[in-house]
C-alpha cells in the first residue's frame, strides 16, 4: 500500500470540508459576492465538486456553470441540476476566452502541482471587467496532518497570493485572511483529530465517525456554530488565519 492510500481513506464526497459549519461559512463569503453581480450572470465553478455552491448560486439567478477533474463530481452536480459541468484540467478550460463574468474556485489551487496556470486559465476565460472569488488555506506555519489528509500541496501567504494573481492580469480588490480565532479553535479541538482518525479509520467500519458525519449534515446544528463562527468577523483585522478569501477583477486592456 502506497502512503498516499494510507492516509487517504474517505469515499468521493464524504470528506467533512464538503459539507457542515466550516463549509458553510465558506459558502457564504463566495455568496455574499456573487449576490452583487448582475443578476444573469454566466459564472464558472471552477471545481464545482458537490455543486452546492453551484446551486446556490443558481437560486441566485446566475447561468452557473462547473468544471471538475473528477468525473464523478461532474456528472453528480450536472444530476442534481446544480450546473451544466464538464469533466476537464484547470490549467487547460475547454473554454473560450471572456466567457464569463465571474468565476469561483474554492479551496482548490492548494491540491494542484502548479498553480499558476490554473489561476491564468481564470484570468482567460473571465471578460473584461469580470470578476473571480476564490479561498484557498493559509499560513505554512498552520500545516497539520489535516492537509496531508486533505493531499494540500501548500498554504498560502497573502503576499504570494496578491502575487499570483496580478501577475495573470488580475486586479486585487480584497484579499483577507479568514477563521481567526474561532474557526481556528474549532480546527485544532475538532476536525483535525477527527481527520486523524479518518485517515487510519474506514468511515462505514467505525460508527463513532459515521455518526460526527450525520451530525455535521443537521441544519440547525451547523447554523448554531456558524453563528459562533461569526464572531470571526470582529477580528478581521488581524492579518492571521487559517484561510484567505480573495476578491480579483480582470483588467481591460
Known sequence: MSPASETHTHEWGTQPEMFGPRHE?????????????????????????????????????????????????????????????????????????????????????????????????????????????????????????????????????KQEMRELFESAGLEIEDLSYWGFPIVLLYDTVFLIPMNKRRAKSDVADDSALRAIAATGKKRWLVRAVQAVFSIDRLFSWVPFGPGLVLSAEKKSS
Do not use: N, W
Not at 476537464?88 to 473554454?95: Q, S, T
Not at 486559465?121 to 479561498?135: D, K, N, P, S
Open 25 to 157: 461559512t465558506r459558502l457564504g463569503m463566495f455568496l455574499r459576492r456573487t449576490a452583487r453581480l448582475e443578476r444573469g450572470s454566466r459564472i464558472l465553478d471552477a471545481a464545482v465538486g458537490l455543486g452546492q455552491l453551484a446551486g446556490r448560486m443558481t437560486s441566485q439567478g446566475h447561468r452557473v456553470f462547473g468544471i471538475d477533474y473528477s468525473f464523478q463530481a461532474a456528472l453528480f452536480a450536472k444530476r442534481a441540476g446544480r450546473a451544466s459541468t464538464v469533466v476537464g484540467d484547470l490549467a487547460r478550460m475547454p473554454f473560450r476566452d471572456g466567457s464569463f463574468d465571474a468565476v469561483t474556485s474554492g479551496e482548490t489551487l492548494e491540491h494542484l502541482d502548479d498553480d499558476e496556470p490554473a489561476v491564468f486559465e481564470i484570468a482567460r476565460v473571465l471578460r473584461e471587467r469580470g470578476r473571480c472569488f476564490v479561498t484557498v488555506p493559509a499560513l505554512e506555519m498552520l500545516r497539520t496532518s489535516s492537509d496531508d489528509y486533505y493531499e494540500h500541496r501548500r498554504r498560502y501567504e
